[in-house]
């Protein structure tokens, strides 16, 4: 699978984004695919998951506000993001994960770097 990601944005506090990341080949329905972001200097952070039925993980520093879906027929996974916080502000990336059959397993595998193929990211800015 290869990407192409739009442009990110920048929000206020309290604002909303949403992402989206299309696929470029035609296994992308086979995939748990999943988004990550990262900030110069640190680690990868995985933020959400969505394996091939539609079944969804997501770290604790987003669960209630990120929500993850994929269009299968589109090729196009998106990350939808509300009640925005500063410490939301980094680089997201969108991943294909290797060797995944469950949502369970995507937030684990990504964290010891099981990626198949990812994006070249989107900035993300979050202001106070």
């Known amino acids: 699978v290869r990407w192409v990601e739009p442009g990110g944005g920048s929000v206020q506090t309290g604002g909303s984004l949403n992402l989206s990341c299309v696929a470029v080949g035609p296994v992308f329905s086979t995939y748990c695919v999943a988004w990550f972001r990262q900030v110069l200097g640190k680690e990868r952070e995985g933020v959400a998951g969505?394996?091939?039925?539609?079944?969804?993980s997501y770290a604790d520093s987003v669960k209630g506000r990120f929500t993850i879906s994929r269009d299968n027929a589109k090729n196009i996974l998106y990350l939808q993001m509300n009640s925005l916080k500063p410490e939301d502000s980094a680089m997201y990336h969108c991943?294909?994960?290797?060797?995944?059959?469950?949502?369970?397993?995507?937030?684990?595998?990504?964290?010891?770097?099981?990626?198949?193929?990812w994006g070249q990211g989107t900035l993300v800015t979050v202001s106070s």
């Open positions: 969505i394996d091939i039925h539609g079944l969804t």
């Open positions: 991943a294909a994960i290797d060797l995944c059959v469950s949502a369970t397993q995507v937030l684990p595998f990504m964290a010891r770097g099981q990626l198949d193929t």
